[in-house]
């Protein structure tokens, strides 16, 4: 093959059960499995790859910006590219040029994302046929998080236990139009980059932690708790479920030492709020999650955003929100969306 090239977009997950601690740092794999929802457009990244013998080495750009193959975090989402190179034999050198239709200053992470749409593109410029699940197994040695965004609607990421990876993919529990109702509003309430990163964050606190070992089991639990609460519609045992999972991981993040504290006063005036508001209805209305910042993600029904909306307003700090809804996972784009200009084998100006 001379070229190849293909364009993919993908959107975040949110976390619902999460992923905190690695049981292997060279593979990705997870302590406990976890849960999410994919995003749908409203956040995405959209990815153009060309595989090419005129290309004399590889070249990432994001955002019009050219990254450093050598920075460790470039690195390991780039791996996605070696492993998908071996597996078609190819030993072409890639232009990868991505842009994150985030909006501006959102101060949320693209690098799961970026990751499914970079091994989506891949997979299909190379011409290998993957399933999902081989495809989430590749994106998860680029960044954990990434390989639950490879499916739409709510997902599982199993842990899995062979010491190869082979058993560490993630799994559709519902399809969207299962849940077509269901939202995430985010409250950003900082737009700062996170001052420890998720990898050597997650890292710390498996070696520090004496709650770790009880959070793995907590999070286990509640990955097949809540795909049971998933499966027979009951919005207020997911609810709780992922509030006390938000809870648990900052936790533990706090039981690092030296701790991580990534939620900030705003963080906490929300948790009050979105519990006031669940008391006064006397049922679940929403739940709030945080990643590693914070900013608030509130996981609601489309019937309550306005109640939820209501909360929040009383709150102070709140910079602005971003409602998205479930999505239907990555999908390849023509020819004409790709971001690569074939003459002059560079990003298009
Ligand atoms: O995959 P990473 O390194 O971006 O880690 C993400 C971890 C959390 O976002 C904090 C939780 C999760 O399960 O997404």
Known sequence: MEHGSATATASPNIAFVKYWGKRDEELILPYNS???????????????????????????????????????????????????????????HVLVVSRNSFPTASGLASSASGTAALAYACSRALGLKLSAKELSIIARQGSGSSCRSILGGIVVWKKGRNADGSDSYAKRIAKKEQWPDLIDIIAIVSTERKRVLSRSGMQQTVESSSLFKARAKFAERNSRDFAKAVKSKDFDSMASIIMKESNDMHAVMLDTYPPIIYLNDVSKEIIAAIHGLNESSGKALAAYTFDAGPNAHIITLKGNEE???????????????????????????????????????????
């Open 307 to 349: 109640a939820v909306r209501n909360a929040l307003s009383r709150v102070d700090g709140i910079r602005e929100t971003i409602t998205a809804g479930i999505g239907s996972g990555p999908r390849a784009l023509s020819e004409k969306d790709s971001l690569i200009d074939m003459e002059r084998l560079m990003p298009k100006s």
């Open 34 to 92: 976890s849960v999410s929802m994919t995003l749908d457009d409203s956040l995405n990244t959209v990815t153009s790859v060309l595989f090419s013998k005129e290309l004399n080495a590889d070249r990432f750009f994001i955002n019009g910006e050219e990254q450093d193959l050598s920075d460790n975090d470039i690195a390991e989402r780039f791996k996605v590219v070696g492993i998908m190179r071996r597996k078609a034999g190819s030993a072409d």
